[in-house]
């Protein structure tokens, strides 16, 4: 059993600054990748950026120059770090964790957060 809370998201302004965070609790052996999609009103969800365990990373085209992700394994967290802010990255902003357990697949098994919410106003 894995819980995922994300915090972070809010109202900004176009150019402006998130950081989101994302926090694991609970159960597991371990945690292997974690991420960020996001969801825009009347769009499918799409990957924002990921992270395996060892650091390395992988964006979306369209917030590679932007977005920064990194974690913290002692902390169990992922944070995606977002500048220059564009109307079209708003959207509802969810985390995603693989964690391993002695009950689980091998491999791991993904676990969502419930989503929060970034807005960015022109």
């Known amino acids: 059993q894995v819980n995922v809370v994300e915090s972070g998201g809010g109202l900004v302004q176009a150019g402006g600054s998130l950081r989101l965070s994302c926090a694991a609790s609970?159960?597991?052996?371990?945690?292997?990748?974690m991420g960020w999609h996001r969801q825009a009103p009347g769009k499918q969800r799409e990957l924002v950026a990921t992270?395996?365990?060892?650091?390395?990373?992988n964006y979306a085209d369209s917030v590679k120059a932007r977005f920064t992700i990194s974690r913290d394994n002692a902390k169990n967290t992922v944070y995606l770090q977002m500048s220059s802010l564009k109307p079209e990255d708003t959207g509802v902003y969810y985390c995603?964790?693989?964690?391993?357990?002695?009950?689980?697949?091998?491999?791991?098994?993904?676990?969502w957060g419930q989503g929060t919410q970034v807005t960015v106003s022109s």
């Open positions: 995603s964790v693989v964690a391993a357990s002695s009950a689980g697949w091998p491999g791991g098994t993904a676990y």
């Open positions: 609970g159960r597991f052996l371990s945690i292997n990748d």
């Open positions: 992270i395996a365990s060892a650091g390395i990373t």
